[in-house]
Structure formats: C-alpha cells, structure tokens
Nanobody
C-alpha cells in the first residue's frame, strides 16, 4: 500500500499562486508516474498534469498550460504542482495519484492510477 499525502491548498485571490506538494514515505516516487487531478463540485475528476517515471517528462491539460508546472524533488521524494495566475475556475479539491510505471509512461486518465491521496482544497476567490 502506498499512502500519498497532499498539502498546500488554500484560499487565494485570482491571479495568485500556490504550490501543492505530494509526498510518501512508502516508496521511491522516482519509479512512479505521478499525476495531479482535480474535482470541482458537481464535476468529474479531471487530470491536470503528470510527470512520468524515470525521465520526468511532463504533461498538462490545455486549460493549465503556461500557468501550472509539475516537478520532482528527488531528495525529498516529493512531487510539486506550482500553480500561477490562478483563476476562479481552478477552484477544486486537488488530488495526487501514482502508478509504478516504465520510464516515460504518462497518463491524465484517472483510471490508470493505483494510489491516491486524500486531497487538498484550492479555492480561488476575491
């Protein structure tokens, strides 16, 4: 079992920034593809970004390209989601998810992931 813990969610004004963190002490995340997903009230959970196992290639949903950035800190065994220029439509619970994968594998499809965190709330409002 892999327990993922997200943190960093908060209330922020439009145009502001947040950095979300996803950490585990159970496995080495370098061998896992890690994705960030979000779910707003009444909506489906959607893939936002992912970083692939091994070569750390990144992928983003179109709505966040140029504003969000995903990265790894190998020493801290943590994956970050830096979110800039936040908009009210970014308001959601954000989840990280992981799957042990071959180098370079990536997906923004939620059913492809095996392990999930509990979520962290991001609210963008003035």
């Amino acid at each position: 079992q892999v327990q993922l813990v997200e943190s960093g969610g908060d209330l922020v004004q439009p145009g502001g920034s947040l950095r979300l963190s996803c950490v585990t002490s159970d496995v080495t995340l370098d061998y896992y593809t890690v994705g960030w997903f979000r779910q707003a009230p009444g909506k489906e959970r959607e893939g936002v970004s992912c970083i692939s196992s091994g070569n750390s290639e990144t992928s983003y949903v179109d709505s966040v390209k140029g504003r969000f950035s995903i990265s790894r800190d190998h020493a801290e065994n943590t994956v970050y989601l830096q979110m800039n220029s936040l908009k009210p439509e970014d308001t959601a619970v954000y989840y990280c998810a992981a799957r042990r994968a071959l180098e370079g594998w990536s997906s923004l499809f939620r059913n492809d992931y095996d392990y999930w965190g509990q979520g962290t709330q991001v609210t963008v409002s003035s």
